[in-house]
């Protein structure tokens, strides 16, 4: 790829195509990048290149002289790539123009400053113009700068193998997902535990999720045109359900999808004794909507040191610990909870931290409360 850079400021552009990525790309032949200085074309006396606006106002212009004699002179045989005017007047740069600006065999960009370029000059070289996005700027450099990189990245060998261009953002159609390097923990500040664990489909889904999550607080336009599978609309139903709720209910602290996935068998096995677990899984359990039955395993009798109705809420205060957990099986989210909440409305369960002790509320009038005590106690 040739990039010529017709500009008044070259010095402004060199440190950037030196160091780093763009250094080495360079270096290494990938990528030409060329900076013309358009005062060297000047044919003013004192070698001025702007000068005031017919019609008045504030601000000087680049004359065209300058800016269509430097490109003339830099592209003899004629220019067959793009020639790019930067500027707040273009289209805004984006991935997809990025792409098709990297399929180029040469381009061209031309900076702009002051109040901008005699539109003669514009009308004569420029194909396209660009903008980096919608504020002001002093000049076209940083345009030029930000196409570079961003088209640079994308020619064939810039990045190293363990700098890939794919997997990201823009190919996923989501944010990223959080990333952690060493050490695990940081001044007290711990790296999410899945991460350590080496298991690849966890850490998979963890990420997933944690892309989703963002994107819909941060970005959610991006959810309509990004490809999603079923288990992503699954996670991102959940996920927006979680954020109802957290609105609707100060002083939750959310476990991720995978924590509340296992929580169901967890909390089965810690509060139904292992000779009633065969037939309360069967009556419980079964199938996907098991989620929503949890509290029969406590109307059904399989949970031993059984309260119901007020006795239950009794029980459950009764030695009353924080932060305990919450969860709601319909959405299928899990929380920790810290102090007193308003219970969302529906089926939901509280339990102790350790799994020692229970309560279910049913979402049904005339049923439950239900309380109950672990058999490790
Ligand atoms: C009106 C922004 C003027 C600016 C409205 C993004 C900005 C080049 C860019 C300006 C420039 C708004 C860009 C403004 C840019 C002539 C020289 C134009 C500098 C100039 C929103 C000043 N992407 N700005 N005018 O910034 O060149 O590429």
């Known amino acids: 790829m040739r990039i010529k850079v017709f500009t008044l400021f070259p010095e402004m552009l060199r440190p950037m195509l030196g160091a780093s990525i763009l250094g080495r790309a360079i270096a290494a032949g990938l990528l030409q990048v060329e900076l013309i200085d358009i005062r060297d074309y000047t ?6 290149t702007d000068d005031y606006p017919f019609g008045g106002g504030a ?13 003339a002179a830099n592209t003899p045989e004629g220019f067959h790539g793009r020639r790019v005017y930067l500027s707040p007047r273009g289209r805004t740069l984006n991935q997809k123009i990025v792409e098709e600006l990297a399929r180029e065999d040469e381009l061209m960009l ?25 504020y002001v700027l002093t000049g076209g450099e940083l345009g030029a700068l930000v196409v570079i990189d961003s088209v640079a990245r994308l020619v064939p060998g810039v990045l190293g193998s363990d700098e890939s261009s794919e997997d990201e953002s823009f190919t996923t159609g989501l944010l990223e997902y959080p990333q952690y390097t060493r050490p695990a923990d940081f001044r007290g500040m711990q790296v999410p535990e899945v991460l350590l664990g080496g ?28 490809p999603l599978t079923d288990a992503d609309r699954d996670m991102l139903a959940r996920l927006r359900r979680a954020r109802e709720v957290e609105a609707a209910t100060p002083g939750l602290e959310r476990l991720d999808l995978l924590a509340a996935d296992r929580f169901p068998r967890a909390w089965f096995c810690a509060f139904v004794p292992e000779a009633n677990r065969k037939a309360a899984k069967k009556q ?3 199938g996907r909507r098991h989620v929503g039955y949890l509290w029969q395993a406590f109307s059904m009798g399989f949970m031993p040191d059984f309260a119901e109705g007020e006795d239950a809420r009794t029980a459950w205060q009764e030695g ?28 939901c369960l509280l339990a102790d931290a350790a799994l020692t002790r229970t309560l279910v509320h049913t979402g049904r009038p005339g049923k439950g409360p239900y309380f109950a005590r672990s058999g490790k106690v």
């Open 110 to 134: 031309l900076c702009g400053h002051y109040e901008g370029v005699d539109q003669r000059a514009l009308d004569s070289v420029i194909d396209e113009e660009l903008s980096i996005g919608d």
């Open 199 to 226: 298991n690849h489909a966890d850490i998979t889904a963890w990420r997933r999720e944690q892309s989703l999550d963002l994107t819909l607080k941060r970005r959610p336009e991006l959810l309509e045109t990004a």
């Open 320 to 347: 009353f610990a924080e932060p305990y957990l919450l969860y709601l099986p319909g959405a299928r989210l899990l929380y920790r909870v810290r102090g007193q909440i308003e219970l969302p409305e529906g089926c």
């Open 43 to 48: 044919l003013d006396k004192h070698r001025s």
């Open 59 to 71: 601000g000087m212009v680049m004359a065209a002289q300058p800016v269509i004699d430097a490109i």
């Open 284 to 286: 419980c359990f079964s």
